[in-house]
């Protein structure tokens, strides 16, 4: 299973940023996240959404500014980003989770894009 993710780039603080993640087919029925991981930190869990698209869970660093969504007809998760921050400067993951449910476990994620680089200028 391959994810490809994209958008990524450089922006101003306050600016916005959609970042997109080709999925594939089998994660139609999986739940899909976004992860990051900036320089010298480890990995964090940003954003899930169930396989429907009715459940979504945020970190609470995100929450208010973020939004996940997913078009299962397109095999496609997005992540609308607002309110960019400094501190938002990471490598961004698309991931795909063995489960159906929103969960903000990385170990639950089996399957995992090559990141897209935000970088968020004060």
């Known amino acids: 299973v391959q994810l490809q993710a994209s958008g990524g780039g450089l922006v101003q603080s306050g600016g916005s940023l959609r970042l997109s993640c080709a999925a594939g087919r089998t994660a139609s029925n999986n739940a899909l996240g976004w992860f990051r991981q900036a320089p010298g930190k480890e990995r964090e869990f940003v954003a899930s959404i169930s396989w429907r698209g009715g459940d979504t869970g945020y970190a609470d660093s995100v929450k208010g500014r973020f939004t996940i969504s997913r078009d299962n007809a397109r095999n496609t998760v997005y992540l609308h980003m607002t309110s960019l921050r400094p501190e938002d400067t990471a490598v961004y993951y698309c991931?795909?989770?063995?489960?159906?449910?929103?969960?903000?476990?990385?170990?639950?994620?089996?399957?995992w894009g090559q990141g897209t680089l935000v970088t968020v200028s004060s």
């Open positions: 991931a795909q989770s063995r489960h159906s449910a929103v969960t903000s476990r990385r170990e639950y994620y089996r399957y």
